[in-house]
């Protein structure tokens, strides 16, 4: 019996463990315009958290799709690569930003014009899915500091 009470406690230690973990942090978000007739578009952000995640998804009512990429070189050429998944490790930040990692909005609806605020959903293993608005940015500007 008393091993039972014992292994009844850890669980429940565990499980107040990963209740009280803070889902991700999301931070300075952005998408850059699209010249007329641009069918997709990048969106660019940091997460950071306590825990381990994994982004699995995105979506946005501002496109068809939404899909994770990363830029990868092989042979001298770059090229863009379909991520089924993104880690966040514990304790650790991950930056989609231009040349790297990115959310790749496919058959966009309309043109992103600097301005405009676009709603993205970001659908983690753990935390579920986290809302959040971004701005778009003129393509020729550089990433915004502190955008969110």
Not at 53 to 82: G, K, W, Y
Not at 128 to 137: F, L, N, R
Request: net charge negative; glycine share 6%; hydrophobic share 50%.
């Amino acid at each position: 019996m008393r091993t039972f009470i014992r292994a009844l406690a850890a669980l429940a230690a565990c499980a107040a463990g990963l209740a009280a973990a803070a889902p991700p942090a999301i931070s300075d978000a952005w998408l850059r315009a699209t010249p007329p007739g641009a069918k997709t578009g990048a969106a660019y952000l940091t997460v950071s958290g306590d825990a381990a995640d994994t982004l699995l998804a995105a979506s946005s009512p501002a496109a068809r799709s939404v899909e994770l990429h990363a830029h990868v070189t092989e042979n001298d050429l770059s090229r863009m690569q379909r991520l089924a998944e993104v880690p966040v490790p514990t304790d650790a930040t991950v930056r989609f930003e231009p040349g790297g990692l990115h959310l790749m909005l496919i058959d966009i609806a309309a043109p992103l014009v600097a301005g405009q605020r676009v709603t993205l959903t970001l659908r983690f293993a753990n935390a579920g899915d986290i809302e959040i608005t971004a701005p778009v940015i003129d393509a020729r500007a550089s990433a915004p500091h502190g955008a969110h």
